[in-house]
């Protein structure tokens, strides 16, 4: 029991937390000749150093953006301030993805990135994009402007403030996002607790604030986090003298298998517990000239009590004996998933789950075999709080 025990506590430590400084930008391109134009820059933080397809021109290809301009006792909530009213700014490869950049200001180049973004004539009554690009019957990535011209700085204002998010929201795919200037909130549509890095794409929000100073050489830095956190399971083996294997578990209902982990709550004994598993975002922009400032609550939450179920790593083979870095690819199962961050939610209260993972020990000298099933560990609801934007890995 000594050696269920060693692996478990090492295999389902819990909340092991950490934010990469990882970052993917995407580059504004404009031709060479252009000056005063609003462009941006964009910046995505890795959640971990083995992840690579966070850039938003591999998932999203889109974001919508508020822009408002104003003086420095300016209150920037006024109608003749605004410049941007959720605007959408498109991507394109300029050959086979995304938008098509044809007759738009900013389409006159292909960077070395291979495409560029833009905004320009991505109104609906003006966007007309023919395959393999979008086509204007594609309501869920289209406008919600009926046109969109390309902007410029106004020297007469000591700031331009932006507040963006990603991926666009169509009013006709369902809710819209909507921005109140004058409380500087944004509210986002119902999102839920996803799996599925491939197919899965949760907001992002970003905000900036660009000085008078600053026009004149400015592409807009956004840097987007993301609203909800993002939970995996690493396994490592330290048991001296032994090979792990990873089997599947065998639940009650015979519903899972992997490594299950259930919600649960600790008494005197354990009950089923629950987790908030969808909810109505809000991000609230700190200050007047927010400078990647923000916060994020949620409106309205639901929560669930379904176990959730995380595939197998390693294909079978013996997991590794080390654990120098806290993801440990080889070792990291293939299951994502993207909780809601019940320690932002006010007035939420979290359960902790119940971790429960098979596996056979292999005596390197005798090649004895011990079969190890439904072993569990509790991970507390102290490190189930999680946070918008943060990587969590058990």
């Known amino acids: 029991m000594k050696h269920v025990k060693t692996l478990l506590m090492l295999a389902a430590v819990a909340a092991l937390t950490g934010c990469s400084t990882d970052e993917n930008t995407s580059y504004w391109e404009g031709p060479s000749a252009s000056t005063g134009e609003i462009g941006f820059q964009m910046t995505t933080g890795n959640l971990s150093r083995a992840e690579s397809d966070v850039n938003l021109e591999t998932i999203y290809k889109n974001f919508g953006v508020w822009t408002y301009k104003g003086n420095a006792t300016s209150d920037f909530t006024t109608t003749t301030n605004l410049v941007m009213a959720d605007y959408l700014v498109g991507y394109t490869d300029g050959s086979t993805t995304g938008y098509d950049p044809t ?3 900013y389409g006159a180049e292909t960077p070395t ?39 410029y700085w106004d020297a007469n204002m000591d700031y331009t403030n932006f507040y963006a998010y990603a991926p666009y929201k169509h009013g006709e795919s369902g809710s819209v996002v909507t921005f109140d200037p004058a409380t500087l909130k944004m509210t986002l549509p119902t999102v839920t607790m996803g799996t599925n890095a491939a197919s899965y794409a949760p907001y992002m929000v970003a905000t900036n604030s660009i000085a008078k100073a600053s026009y004149a050489t400015t592409k807009v830095p956004l840097k987007f986090e993301r609203v909800q956190s993002r939970l995996r399971v690493t396994v ?22 992997g490594i299950y982990a259930i919600p649960a709550d600790k008494g ?35 929560t669930a009590s379904t176990p959730l179920s995380f595939a197998l790593c390693c294909s079978g083979d013996v997991i590794a004996e080390s654990r120098a870095d806290a993801l440990l690819e080889a070792n990291r199962s293939a299951t994502v998933y993207y909780p809601l961050p019940a320690g932002e939610i006010t007035g939420q209260t979290n359960s902790g789950f119940a971790f429960y993972i098979s596996y056979k020990l292999i005596a390197e000298d005798t090649k004895e075999e011990v079969i190890v099933r439904n072993a569990a560990v509790y991970v507390g609801p102290t490190y189930t709080e999680w946070k918008h934007n943060t990587a969590y890995t058990l």
């Open 103 to 105: 007759g738009a200001s």
């Open 113 to 151: 990135t291979g495409g560029w973004w833009f905004y320009d004539l991505l109104g609906t009554s003006q966007y007309s994009g023919t395959s393999p690009f979008y086509t204007s019957d594609q309501k869920s990535v289209m406008s919600n402007n009926t046109t969109q011209f390309l902007k």
């Open 236 to 257: 490592w083996n330290a048991i001296k003298g032994y090979d792990v294997k990873l089997l599947d578990v065998t639940p009650k209902d015979g519903s899972a298998s």
């Open 268 to 302: 005197t004994g354990y009950s089923l517990g629950s987790y908030v598993n969808s909810g109505v975002p809000t991000v609230t922009f700190a200050g007047v000239n927010p400078n990647q400032s923000l916060t994020v609550d949620y409106t309205t939450v639901a």
